[in-house]
DNA sequence: TTGCGTGGGAACATTA
DNA sequence: TTAATGTTCCCACGCA
């Protein structure tokens, strides 16, 4: 949030704190352009576009649409009122690593919330993952993190929860441990493996099986591309 | 001895 | 308001 552009305000992030400011939902009255779209990591930049006056990380907001926009901001209205109120000026594009937080979806009314054998489930069905956390033995649900990158996969979980501080793989473990107590994953006899219980395996594969995978459907997009936008963020964080 | 991974108690926070 | 589900902190143990 450190490193935001001062020149340019887009009409987009304008209409969000419009939102804000009235508690209406945003008119959207431009058409954004569709060129310039840089090679997007699968299934997540969707919602943004490369701007091309920018360094090669930065993007642009680009086809959001207002409800959801509207949903995005009412998630995280805390961070992005305080933002507003302090005159944090909202530039039209932003670092890939920098995404603010208040498109960062919180878990509101009538969303269900997400639980962690969830968001493992969907990071071993993403291939993008497969350095962090892969399956042992898929047919029996049998799953190791990887420990170079085992703290990435907690980061992640940490922030699509939007907690206050970073997740850990520690605190994570900590968690798994309390679904030994369920049977929904137990912990195997070896380094950092785990193993999902079959019946949770065989629901979490019909899930994985529906075109809507996340167990929050009706804000799939936004969930999906924050996830990816997550990763893409850890992963260049790891590479400096 | 040290670092890492693991295990669990307990208090607390968030959400359905 | 309550139960469920983590989250956070802490300490202890085993192993290489």
């Known amino acids: 949030m450190s490193c935001w552009?001062?020149?340019?305000?887009?009409?987009?992030?304008?209409?969000?704190?419009?939102?804000?400011?009235?508690?209406?939902?945003?008119?959207?009255?431009?058409?954004?352009?569709?060129?310039?779209?840089?090679?997007?990591?699968?299934?997540?930049?969707?919602?943004?576009?490369?701007?091309?006056?920018?360094?090669?990380t930065q993007y642009q907001i680009l086809d959001i649409q207002p409800q959801r926009l509207h949903d995005m901001v009412d998630f995280n209205m805390d961070s992005a009122k305080l933002m507003y109120e302090s005159g944090v000026p909202i530039p039209n594009y932003y670092p890939e690593?920098?995404?603010?937080?208040?498109?960062?979806?919180?878990?509101?009314?009538?969303?269900?919330?997400?639980?962690?054998?969830?968001?493992?489930?969907?990071?071993?069905?993403?291939?993008?993952?497969?350095?962090?956390?892969?399956?042992?033995?898929?047919?029996?649900?049998?799953?190791q993190f990887i420990s170079k990158n085992k703290e990435k996969v907690a980061e992640m979980w940490g922030r699509r929860k939007g907690n206050r501080k970073t997740m850990t793989y520690q605190k994570m473990a900590r968690a798994l441990r309390n679904y030994s107590r369920t049977g929904e994953i137990v912990k195997v006899r070896r380094k950092l493996t785990y193993r999902f219980d079959a019946q949770l395996l065989q629901r979490l594969g019909a899930e994985a099986a529906s075109p809507y995978p996340l167990t929050d459907q009706s804000h799939y997009t936004c969930d999906h591309w924050h996830y990816n936008c997550t990763y893409n963020e850890l992963l260049q964080e790891g590479a400096t």
């Open 5 to 56: 552009g001062q020149d340019s305000y887009s009409p987009l992030f304008n209409d969000a704190f419009e939102v804000i400011h009235h508690q209406q939902p945003p008119p959207f009255h431009q058409e954004p352009p569709l060129q310039y779209l840089r090679s997007p990591p699968p299934h997540s930049m969707h919602n943004l576009q490369h701007h091309p006056d920018a360094g090669s």
């Open 97 to 143: 690593s920098h995404i603010p937080d208040f498109f960062i979806p919180r878990q509101g009314k009538g969303r269900k919330r997400l639980r962690l054998y969830e968001f493992l489930s969907e990071s071993l069905r993403d291939s993008e993952m497969s350095d962090c956390i892969q399956w042992v033995d898929r047919k029996s649900g049998v799953f």
